[in-house]
């Protein structure tokens, strides 16, 4: 079975950090590009940050440039997500996807084939 699991959520004070994780089974990271996504309760899914297959490549929404740093670890299929100094306004439930066909990484929802089933990141004193 194909499937992406995210891992890594939880609740967390203004300012603080937490690393979600989004591990693939039964298919091999290597030839996608990923992406994470976040979806606040009554907004639209959003991009949050993706990386190419290699790693060469990243992207960062403006709200979370140098706060968020996105990796990945092929020999271990999988890919993290370091947010660091989270606001009020990061809580959402944070998914990973898989796209298989874009050649560096993009934000559109309907280029992805996997979605993992979401983590909860909630920020608040």
């Known amino acids: 079975q194909l499937q992406l699991v995210e891992s890594g959520g939880g609740l967390v004070q203004p300012g603080g950090s937490l690393r979600l994780s989004c591990a693939a089974s039964g298919f091999t990271l290597d030839y996608y590009a990923i992406g994470w996504f976040r979806q606040a309760p009554g907004k639209e899914r959003e991009g949050v940050s993706c990386?190419?297959?290699?790693?060469?490549?990243?992207k960062y929404a403006d709200f979370v440039k140098g706060r968020f740093t996105i990796s990945r670890d092929n020999a271990k299929n999988t890919v993290y997500l370091q947010m660091n100094s989270l606001k009020p306004e990061d809580t959402a439930v944070y998914y990973c996807a898989a796209d298989r066909r874009t050649f560096l990484c993009t934000y559109a929802l309907s280029e992805y084939d996997y979605w993992g089933q979401g983590t909860q990141v909630t920020v608040s004193s």
């Open positions: 990386i190419s297959r290699s790693g060469g490549s990243t």
